[in-house]
């Protein structure tokens, strides 16, 4: 009798996992990010196009503020309680936690093909030997400006750095708009949208990049220190008081129409689009003059990475490669229009401002940030001090040489040019 019960459990168990009523639990992958912002977008975007590939993998985004993340991050992964899939900022912060065996090297990773070196070196060690997170976006600097109030005030888009200054002139002597939206209130704005964004039109992008790095140039150059003397006559371009107006404060003066140009980030893309009630274009930093090759901050910003003590690596790692595909860059880049996709297959992007920013590609030399390789490991750190020196600048508390002499001296205080 207790033999015949058995051979029918046993028949019947059989049935059902044939029939694939009984299966594996799914597996959950928890996602780390800065992103808060694009949370409605993963859920209602990125996670079901995976997992409708991938059934038996469920994805959870879990965000921390981006003012947060990296010290969140550290602290979770020195504890052995971080997510699976780690959100990489650009450079050294993602190399250090490479360096400490935090994340995984993915050099040979399905999908990695389809990014660059160039795509790559954001994540990749010194050496070119080992890369450790998955590209996902670049964004790129420039100029977004009033479409209705430059055809108000008669305005051509400004292609020169005197064509520039007769814009704001315009702007400022017909007294409608502000015509920068731009503070020094946060320091980074000062930096990021001010000296990094035109600074490549005259350190002549990766050139000097790479020779500051070499140690062949250095911040008190004439290449580097002009983008200073260019940011100090923009304080008669700012708003009454700019030196309190923080980062939120310039994005509203511009998408209420306030403002007749912002110095931008293509991230910005997103949020005016929803918030601005006029037309929006957008325009890359002028060049000195007329015929000079111009150069863009097409900065890599964010990739994804394995984390090295996560308990489902394997299909961690079919996420990864599914975020190195040409699918998810597609949805990534429409859903976030102004985070432009680092893989090698183009996408078709249909927001007009979006095409309008890395339309500039072509006739325009790409470079990075000057700061975010090697330069900021020690202390001082230069990104930091140069958020300060920039601000300093156009406040009129430190002239261009003396920004630029202050910012070499605490560089030489720990950088040793390799030989």
């Not at 309190?244 to 511009?254: G, M, P, V």
């Not at 680092?342 to 590609?361: C, G, H, I, T």
């Not at 920004?403 to 720990?414: C, I, T, V």
Request: glycine share 6%.
């Amino acid at each position: 009798m207790k033999n015949t019960a058995l051979k029918s459990f046993l028949l019947a168990s059989s049935l059902l996992t044939s029939a694939g009523l009984v299966h594996a639990a799914d597996v959950t992958l928890t996602v780390e990010s800065w992103r808060n912002d694009d949370l409605q977008i993963w859920q209602e975007k990125i996670i079901p196009a995976f997992e409708a590939k991938n059934p038996g993998i469920k994805i959870v985004f879990s965000p921390t503020a981006p003012t947060e993340y990296n010290a969140s991050l550290n602290a979770k992964l020195d504890a052995g309680s971080a997510g699976d899939i780690i959100t990489c900022r650009p450079f050294d912060a993602s190399l250090e936690l490479f360096n400490k065996k935090q994340l995984v090297d993915i050099t040979s990773l399905p999908g990695m093909e389809n990014f660059s070196a160039v795509a790559k070196a954001a994540w990749t060690t010194d050496d070119g030997k080992s890369t450790f997170c998955v590209p996902m976006a670049s964004v790129i600097h420039g100029f977004i400006y009033n479409k209705d109030a430059f055809d108000k005030l008669g305005i051509s888009v400004p292609k020169t750095q005197d064509e520039f200054y007769a814009a704001l002139d315009k702007i400022k002597a017909d007294g409608t708009y502000i015509p920068l939206a731009m503070g020094t209130k946060d320091l980074w704005e000062a930096a990021t949208m001010g000296y990094q964004n035109i600074g490549p039109n005259y350190w002549k992008g990766e050139e000097g990049r790479e020779a500051l790095i070499a140690g062949k140039q250095k911040l008190t150059d004439a290449d580097w220190v002009k983008p200073y003397e260019e940011l100090a006559k923009w304080k008669p371009y700012l708003g009454d008081g700019f030196e309190a107006q923080t980062y939120s404060d310039s994005q509203n003066l511009f998408t209420l129409g306030r403002a007749a140009i912002y110095p931008a980030g293509s991230w910005e893309i997103a949020l005016f689009n929803t918030q601005a009630q006029f037309k929006m274009g957008a325009f890359p930093p002028p060049v000195p003059k007329a015929g000079d090759t111009g150069y863009i901050s097409d900065h890599p910003d964010i990739g994804v990475a394995l984390n090295a003590k996560s308990t489902h690596a394997e299909e961690a790692k079919k996420f990864l490669s599914w975020v190195a595909s040409p699918e998810f860059a597609d949805i990534y880049a429409n859903a976030l229009p102004g985070f432009f996709s680092l893989n090698s297959n183009p996408v078709k992007m249909s927001d007009p401002l979006a095409q309008e920013f890395v339309s500039w590609r072509g006739p325009y030399k790409s470079t990075v940030r000057s700061t975010y390789q090697i330069l900021s490991r020690g202390t001082p750190n230069l990104e930091n001090e140069t958020w300060v020196e920039s601000a300093n600048v156009i406040n009129g508390t430190d002239t261009p040489k003396v920004a630029a002499e202050k910012l070499q001296k605490g560089l030489d205080s720990w950088y040793k040019p390799a030989k």
